[in-house]
């Protein structure tokens, strides 16, 4: 095997491996709530964004 093979697997397992764990469905009511994050208002706006509004 060489050494591209080699890294090339790595990659791709390391790959599958992060997208298993993201998707993983214990964390789905987690995701949800991060991708909520933008459409909330209720939080103040940061300070450098309220000098300019």
């Known amino acids: 095997?060489?050494?591209t093979l080699?890294?090339?697997l790595a990659v791709t397992f390391g790959f599958i491996g992060?997208?298993?764990w993201?998707?993983?469905p214990s964390r789905k009511q987690e995701l949800e709530?991060?991708?909520h994050i933008p459409l909330d208002d209720s939080e103040e706006q940061p300070?450098?964004?309220r000098k300019n509004s």
Request: net charge neutral; no cysteine; aromatic share 12%.
């Open 1 to 3: 095997m060489t050494p």
């Open 6 to 8: 080699i890294s090339l």
């Open 18 to 20: 992060l997208v298993v």
């Open 22 to 24: 993201v998707y993983w």
């Open 33 to 35: 709530s991060l991708g």
């Open 47 to 49: 300070a450098d964004r």
